[in-house]
């Protein structure tokens, strides 16, 4: 039997990419499921398609009411809360003599302060359930790439975050941990100007000349992870990349030289 049977989750930006493999994931499983999103028809689409072990909550979590009415319909729909997903975000490029101040406040905004409060707001209920907080970090905190300054800021704000409060809430018994994922396709693509799909999906294949491992990561396979770390009842403070190997640095010139005859 699988070790999310009966837990109840809450998963932020729900409704595509991650949060949604996640929410297959999970409620397939037999967790109680809650996610939220800022688009209704998105999110409730989701959950028609996941059936009843999952619920749709139209949010913006950067709304402190939203975010209470939230977290009741989560505690309401499980019966308690076992873990928090922090999987909302949104991405911002721009050059850094370009940065716009209200929309570099607005990334830190969905990214990390709202994920913040809502975790401050969970702490009870999770303490009650012995549960997990799990963040969603990015590979851009292990490669550096132009342009993506205020995106890698917060990503890296959030591992700081998951470390710290690890320790914070380890005598309440709850456990705070990472993952870290590489290039898999989802909206957030789309949300940082690339313009269409086949754009999206061409970058990501040129990282994959990057990688360790030379293929493509899928939503499904962070899911797992995220699986892994919710139920790992002595892991707390961990940092997992699932990224097929590209915070490794490969590039095709080191493959080039390692192959080549000494």
């Not at 989750?9 to 929410?23: D, K, N, Q, V, Y």
């Not at 999970?26 to 072990?53: H, L, M, Q, W």
């Not at 809502?118 to 963040?135: E, Y």
Request: net charge neutral; glycine share 10%; charged share 20%.
């Amino acid at each position: 039997m699988s070790q999310s049977t009966r837990k109840s989750l809450l998963i932020t930006g729900g409704g595509s990419g991650l949060g949604r493999a996640a929410a297959e994931h999970f409620s397939a499983r037999g967790a109680r499921v809650t996610i939220c999103g800022r688009r209704a028809e998105k999110i409730a689409e989701v959950a028609d398609y996941i059936g009843p072990n999952c619920r749709a909550v139209q949010a913006d979590i950067t709304i402190a009411d939203d975010r209470q009415r939230l977290l009741h319909s989560a505690l309401e729909h499980g019966s308690g809360l076992d873990g928090l997903i922090n999987n909302a975000g949104n991405m911002y490029r721009q050059t850094i003599e370009k940065l716009d101040e209200q929309q570099l406040l607005e990334v830190f905004h969905s990214n990390v302060i709202a994920a913040m409060l809502l975790t401050g707001l969970a702490v009870p209920a999770l303490a009650k359930a012995h549960g997990c907080i799990l963040f969603v970090g990015s590979s851009h905190t292990r490669r550096a790439f132009p342009n993506a300054s205020a995106y890698a800021a917060t990503k890296a704000s959030v591992q700081g975050l998951t470390q710290v409060l690890a320790a914070e809430l380890g005598d309440r018994n709850i456990r705070v941990n990472c993952v870290i994922p590489g290039g898999v396709l989802s909206e957030i693509n789309q949300r940082a100007g690339l313009l269409d799909d086949h754009t999206a999906s061409r970058r990501l294949d040129d990282l994959v000349a990057q990688q360790a491992l030379a293929q493509r990561g899928k939503p499904s396979d962070i899911a797992e992870a995220m699986d892994y770390l919710i139920n790992a009842d002595w892991t707390t403070g961990a940092i997992l990349d699932v990224d097929g190997g590209l915070g490794l640095g490969v590039t095709p010139d080191a493959r080039a030289c390692a192959l080549s005859p000494k």
